[in-house]
């Protein structure tokens, strides 16, 4: 194929497989490093670099994360925190993107004109806040659940998407007898596996990497997120009580405190990877909705 093409398409297509090249070694390289210096004796991390040397690789970064109870908490809170998100904003999307995607739903153009609104204007950080503690929600899981879970980019993604679908396979079940309930559960969310899998992929991303919201309303340590635990260990440089009780001096404390923190950002972005594949095969043709109309 790249022989069949012209000389101008050669240089663009060459030209373009070098950038991406470079891209791609730009994430690869700091990723690769963070991963082997967590397994990095600190002593060799510190006096050589990284190693291949198996000899000088070690568990005890991953151990000592373990062995925190927070951490564990932490992340347990964090996978709970963005499944839960990631299905109640979700199936609010879809149940509001269905109606909105229908040119016979009366009011449609208003109801959209006012989500649009909101996505440029909002009463801000205290309003939200007062809100929130009003509601009784404030150092509960709710705080972190439900201020968020609208969000109206993913609506009109998903009504894009649903305007998408043919409307005679509406009117085709409707003549077979089929409900409008029967119709949107077992044949229009069937059809919607790409547009569901790239929202949910969005809203579990966002809301793993989030720690603000957490920040502000959670007060309570065994209801705070990974982020929040990281943050301190990361950021503000204050690891956790017995994590790093057998360091003997200033300078054992810092290669340890350097091991720990690449494997906590390890951990961290575990999850991730590891759900990125399943979802995939759905997030080329999810992400394209609306870019091509027939």
Do not use: H
Request: aromatic share 12%; net charge positive; charged share 15%.
């Amino acid at each position: 194929m790249f022989k069949q093409q012209t000389k101008t398409d050669k240089i663009i297509l060459t030209t373009n497989g070098i950038i991406m090249t470079l891209i791609v070694l730009a994430v690869l390289g700091p990723l690769i490093y963070v991963v082997m210096a967590s397994f990095t004796d600190p002593n060799t991390l510190l006096n050589s670099g990284l190693t291949l040397n198996p000899a000088k690789w070690t568990f005890q970064g991953y151990l000592r994360v373990f062995k925190d109870g927070s951490i564990l908490t932490g992340f347990r809170n964090s996978l709970f925190y963005s499944t839960a998100f990631s299905i109640i904003s979700v199936s609010i999307t879809v149940l509001a993107a269905y109606p909105l995607s229908r040119k016979d739903f009366v009011g449609r153009k208003v109801i959209m004109t006012i989500f649009i609104i909101t996505m440029f204007f909002g009463g801000g950080l205290i309003p939200t806040y007062l809100l929130v503690k009003n509601m009784n929600m404030l150092d509960t899981i709710w705080a972190i659940l439900l201020p968020g879970a609208v969000n109206v980019w993913n609506i009109i993604l998903a009504r894009a998407y649903f305007q998408g679908i043919p409307n005679e396979l509406r009117e085709a079940a409707v003549i077979d007898g089929t409900s409008e309930m029967q119709y949107f559960f077992r044949i229009l969310l069937p059809l919607s596996k790409p547009i569901i899998a790239v929202l949910v992929l969005y809203q579990f991303v966002g809301q793993w990497n989030s720690y603000f919201d957490a920040m502000i309303y959670l007060k309570s340590d065994n209801l705070q997120p990974l982020q929040i635990v990281l943050r301190s260990i990361l950021v503000q440089m204050q690891p956790r009580p017995g994590m790093f009780e057998d360091a003997q001096n200033t300078a054992q404390l810092q290669q340890l405190a350097e091991m720990v923190k690449y494997a906590c950002i390890v951990i961290s972005s575990l999850p991730l990877i590891l759900i990125y594949p399943f979802f995939q095969k759905y997030f080329e043709k999810g992400v394209m909705v609306g870019s091509i109309k027939g």
